[in-house]
C-alpha cells in the first residue's frame, strides 16, 4: 500500500474556499498561455501538505503554473498557482495549495464556481523570445517566480497538464474537488527552468517546500474549457473508495 | 509456445529487511520448482526507486543465484538499462559475459532504457537521449563480446583498443532482446534482428497486428550482433487452481495490487515532456484498469488465471496470435501466499503445459 499524506483536512479547511453550491457553468477561453515548471521537492515535509486522500508522487514534485487568459465571462485575468503533484489512486494530479488572481472578479469567480484556494495579488506573466516568466505577488510582497529559460518548439502532443484538486468546505462538509480542464494545444515550448520562492512560508507551502532538482518547464497556448466540476473526494478516504459524482 | 517467470521482486510495505530478505527467498524457491517444471526461462527487470513496486535493482546478481540453483532454466535480463548514466556498456558486456558463463550458456540478454521519471531523473539521465544512447549500446556490446579486441568512438561513450573480458559461453554470444513496453519498440527489435521482449498487457487484436508487422519487418532486418533472434514474448499473470472462481479471485486480487503499484510510478511521458517517450508506456492499460489497492481488478484480456482450462483456452489464443512464449507474473507485493503460488505452479505445469508442448501440437 502506498504512503498517503498526513495533512490534518479540519485543521486546513479553516482557510478553505467555502461554498454552498459549486458553479454549473462552462468558461471556454480561447489563446490562452499557460506556463508550467516541475521541479523535485524533498520528500518528508511534503506529507504534510498532502490530505490522506492522496499519495505522494515518487519522486514528490511541485508543479507550479499559471495561465494568461485574454478574455473570460469576467473579462481578461492572470492566475499563478502552486501546486504539489499527487496520485488520486493511480492518476496525477496538481493538489493546489494556493493560488494568486489579478482580477477581483476573476478570482471570486473561480473560488465560487472550482473551489480554487485564490487570493487577490499581483500576477505578471510575460512572454519573451529568450524565456516566459511569471511572478506573482500579495500587497507588493512577491511570493513566487517561475519560468522557461531558452524555450524551444516541441509538439504539443508531447505535453501532459495535470488535472487539479482543490481542497474545499462544501456546504458542511470537507471535500476535494477535481477540476478537470481541457487544452487544445496551438504550439508549446520547452525550455530551462526557472523557480524562485521569495517566501517559502506563502502559497500554502508553510515552509515545507523545499526544492530539490528541477525537472522540466513548458510554456504553450492553447484554447481551454474549464468544465463544472463533476467528482468530489473526501479528504480523510483514500480517492479510489471516497470520490462521488457530484449531484446538481 | 514457451513459458517463462517473469520478476519485478515487489516488496510490500512497511518496507523491512526482513520483508526485502524473503521476497527475494520465495523468489529463489519458486525458480528452483519452475526449473524442476520445466519453465523455460526466468527474466528479471532492472528498476531503481520503485518504491514497493519493484526492488530489483541489481538483477545480474538475481539471476546468477538463480542460475547458481537451477540446472536448466534460462535466465534473462528483462532488461539491462543501456543509459550510460545507468550502466556503462563496457561493464553491461562484462557482467552478462560473467553470467552466461556461470549459467553455462543460459543467458537472453534483454536490453531497454527504463521509462519512468522516479529512474531517469534519478540517475540524471536525459529522456529526449535514451533511444539512441539504447541503439548505441546494442550494437557495440556484441561486437565487445565477438571481436578479440574491441574500440569505440561513439556519441555516449569511447574507448580505445581494449579486450573486454571474458567472453560469453554462447557463440558467438547470447539472444539479444528490447523491452516492448512503448507501441513502436517492437519495430525497433524487428529492424535490428532482435527478440520482441512484451512488457505490457495488450489485446489479441493489438498483438496479432504487432506479430505480423514485426515477422515482416524482421524479414528485412540488419542485425545488431552476429544473429536474428525472431521471436516476441507476451507479458501475463499467472494464478492457476483447480476450483475457477478461486482462481479468478486469488489471481485478480494479484492482479490489482500489481495495478494500483504500478499506477504509482511518475512515467518519463508524465513529468517531462519528449518525443522520446511518445506514449505514457507500459501502464496505459493498467491505469485504465486499476481499481483500489488490494481488490480485485479487471483483468485484461487474455490473463492466465483461473483453473486449467480456462487458462488453456486463453493462452491457445496467445498461441494463435503467433506469440512464441508467455512469460509470467506469479505474485506481487507477497498478494498470494507463497505455498499458494508454488501449487500453482505445479498444477500449470501438470494440466496446461502438455498442451502446449511439440508432442501435444504434433497430435
Known sequence: MPVVGTLDPSAALVGAPHVDTLGDDTWELEGVLAVQVNWEVRADPTLGLTPPALHPSIPPYISPFALKVADSPVGPFSLAQMRLVVRAGIRPRGFCLAAVCDSEAAAEALRVGWGFPVAVGEVAITARHDRYECRAAIGGAEMLRFGVGDPEPIAGADLLAFDNLHLLRLGDEGVIAQVNPEYVIHSADRGRPILELPDPQALGMGGRIRPTMAMTSFAFRADVTLPPVRFVMDPQRLAVQGTRKLER | ?363
Not at chain 2, 12 to 41: K, S, W
Not at chain 2, 71 to 83: E, P
Open chain 2, 1 to 363: 509456445m514457451k513459458f517463462g517467470i517473469f520478476y519485478e521482486l515487489s516488496v510490500p510495505r512497511p518496507l523491512t529487511r526482513d520483508h526485502e530478505r524473503q521476497v527475494y527467498m520465495n523468489a529463489l524457491e519458486q525458480v528452483r520448482l519452475a526449473d524442476q517444471l520445466g519453465f523455460d526461462t526466468v527474466w528479471a527487470v532492472e528498476h531503481h526507486f520503485l518504491e514497493e513496486y519493484s526492488h530489483c535493482s541489481a538483477p545480474e546478481l538475481f539471476l546468477t543465484a538463480c542460475a547458481m540453483q537451477t540446472t536448466n532454466i534460462r535466465v534473462g535480463h528483462g532488461i539491462v538499462v543501456c543509459v550510460p548514466e545507468f550502466n556503462h556498456p563496457i561493464r553491461i558486456a562484462e557482467r552478462a559475459a560473467v553470467l552466461d558463463l556461470l549459467s553455462g550458456g543460459r543467458l537472453e540478454f534483454g536490453t531497454g532504457r527504463s521509462a519512468t521519471w522516479t529512474e531517469l531523473g534519478g540517475f540524471r539521465a536525459n529522456p529526449d537521449t535514451t533511444k539512441k544512447s539504447w541503439d548505441e549500446f546494442v550494437h557495440a556490446i556484441p561486437q565487445m563480446w565477438m571481436n578479440e579486441r574491441f574500440s569505440f568512438e561513439g556519441e555516449f561513450f569511447s574507448m580505445p583498443e581494449r579486450s573486454v573480458l571474458p567472453k560469453p559461453y554462447q557463440d558467438p554470444h547470447p539472444p539479444m532482446w528490447v523491452a516492448v513496453s512503448t507501441p513502436g519498440t517492437e519495430f525497433d527489435a524487428a529492424d535490428r534482428g532482435m527478440g520482441a521482449l512484451g512488457v505490457n498487457f495488450t489485446t489479441f487484436k493489438e498483438q496479432e497486428r504487432r506479430v505480423q508487422e514485426y515477422r515482416r519487418r524482421i524479414q528485412h532486418c540488419t542485425p545488431a550482433g552476429a544473429f536474428v533472434n525472431d521471436q516476441l514474448c507476451a507479458a501475463n499473470f499467472l494464478f492457476c487452481h483447480d476450483d475457477s472462481a478461486n482462481g479468478i479471485a486469488t489471481g485478480g486480487r494479484m492482479i490489482g495490487t500489481f495495478q494500483y503499484l504500478a499506477g504509482q510510478l511518475d512515467m518519463a511521458k508524465e513529468a517531462f515532456p519528449t518525443k522520446g517517450y511518445p506514449s505514457p508506456g507500459l501502464l496505459a492499460n493498467t491505469r485504465r484498469q486499476a481499481q483500489s489497492p488490494g481488490e480485485a481488478g479487471q483483468p485484461p484480456e487474455g490473463i492466465a488465471i483461473g483453473n486449467p482450462e480456462q487458462i488453456t483456452r486463453e493462452l491457445k489464443k496467445w498461441e494463435a496470435c503467433g506469440v512464441d512464449r508467455v512469460n509470467f507474473i506469479l505474485n506481487t507485493a507477497e498478494a498470494i501466499p507463497q505455498q499458494q503460488v508454488l501449487d500453482s505452479l505445479r498444477l500449470f505445469a501438470a494440466e496446461v503445459m502438455p498442451h502446449f508442448t511439440p508432442k501435444a501440437k504434433a497430435a
